[in-house]
Structures are given as C-alpha cells and as structure tokens.
C-alpha cells in the first residue's frame, strides 16, 4: 500500500521529514503546551508525563499506522518548526484528512503553514492519488480556516457546540477539497512531482 511509504518533501521554504527521535523534547514541549492543544485538539489539556509521551511517540515511530503519517516541518536553516499529519488514509476510497500545526510560535504568519500545506496538497494528489481532503477547523481557529479556505478548501458543513472551551461551545468546520478542484486551480503536480 502506497499508505505506509515514508520520505523527505521539499517545498520551497520548508522541508518535512518524517518524525525524528532526536526532537522528541520539541515534540514533547508542544504537546504539553495548553494553546497549541485548544488549536487544534477536542481533548481538554492534560499536562502529560515525559514517559507516556514518549511511549506514544516512539509507537509512532517504530509501529506506524497503515492509514496514517506524520511529518516534521523543518525551516530553511533545517530548524524543526511544526507538525504535519495525514490520517484516514484510503486506499481503496481514495481520501483522506490533513492537519498541521506550527509548534514554535516566532513562525506564525510567515507563509510556512502555507508553503508546508502546499507540500502536503501536492503529495496526497500527487503521490498518494488522493480524490478528496479534508480538513477539520474549531471556529476561533482563524488562522487554520484561513489557510484551509486559501488553498482552495470548500466548507462542507458544520457541526454545531462540538466542543466546549472557555466556558462556552463552539462549533467545528468540516472542509474538503478534491483533485479536480486542486487541479483547476493550476496547482495538480506534474507525473513526475
């Protein structure tokens, strides 16, 4: 299964690699750090032990899911910046979700969110031959719907009160984008990308 391949993607600021032991720390840091979690998790923030994270982390590592990879994003100077992860890979159905999170806050809004989601579109079409993405965004998660949107994602829907932050509810936005749309847009990669 094409699935479960592994490799290095070059996009034009960034390179994402698949995970790296040796940034366990960063990871762990971002894992444990209560914004990044309300971004872009359902799961209320729980501080969690170096020992657990590190047992899922290497279970990532050493015993990878047949449906899902992650990515690491790495700056210009090979600096580790964030996180990407396809899940709900299928083969057979030809799709799958993507999400991707820039841990080291000095990189918001610099267009390395944009260019790593470039990487991933090209890929999942390219490589992967995805027909449809999708993408999940909470509501006050302005800067992910925007990048979603920007890259030629259409809302789908909407499902109201998912989750509850803040003292209040808030709806999650469900996106998607198929191979046709990334095409018209001029963006499909090449045979060869």
Same mark, same amino acid.
């Given at each position: ?46 501080? /969690?032990?170096?020992?657990?994270? +590190? %047992?899922?982390? *290497? =279970?990532?590592? !050493? @015993? ?5 990879? $992650? #990515?690491?994003?790495h700056d210009e100077e090979g ?59 909470? /509501?006050?998660?302005?800067?992910? +719907? %925007?990048?979603? *949107? =920007?890259?030629? !994602? @259409? ?5 109201? $009160? #998912? ?31």
């Amino acid at each position: 299964m094409i699935s479960t391949i592994k490799t290095e993607l070059q996009g034009e600021r960034v390179l994402l690699t698949p995970l790296q032991i040796e940034n366990i720390y960063t990871h762990f840091a971002w894992n444990n750090d209560p914004e990044l979690n309300m971004l872009d998790s359902e799961l209320p923030f729980v501080e /969690e032990s170096f020992g657990d994270f +590190k %047992r899922r982390f *290497e =279970g990532l590592l !050493f @015993h990878p899911s047949m449906n899902s990879q $992650d #990515f690491e994003i790495h700056d210009e100077e090979g600096k580790l910046i964030g996180v990407v992860e396809i899940s709900d890979i299928s083969d057979h159905n030809r799709h799958c979700s993507v999400s991707l999170t820039i841990g080291d806050r000095a990189y918001w809004g610099k267009g390395y969110g944009r260019d790593a989601m470039q990487v991933i579109l090209d890929y999942c079409f390219g490589v992967l031959k995805m027909h449809r993405l999708t993408a999940e965004a909470f /509501e006050y998660n302005d800067a992910w +719907k %925007r990048l979603v *949107e =920007g890259m030629g !994602f @259409h809302e789908e829907g909407t499902i109201r $009160d #998912f989750v509850f932050r803040e003292g209040r509810y808030w709806d999650k936005h469900l996106y998607a984008l198929l191979d046709t749309d990334y095409s018209s847009m001029g963006r499909m990669p090449g045979p060869t990308d």
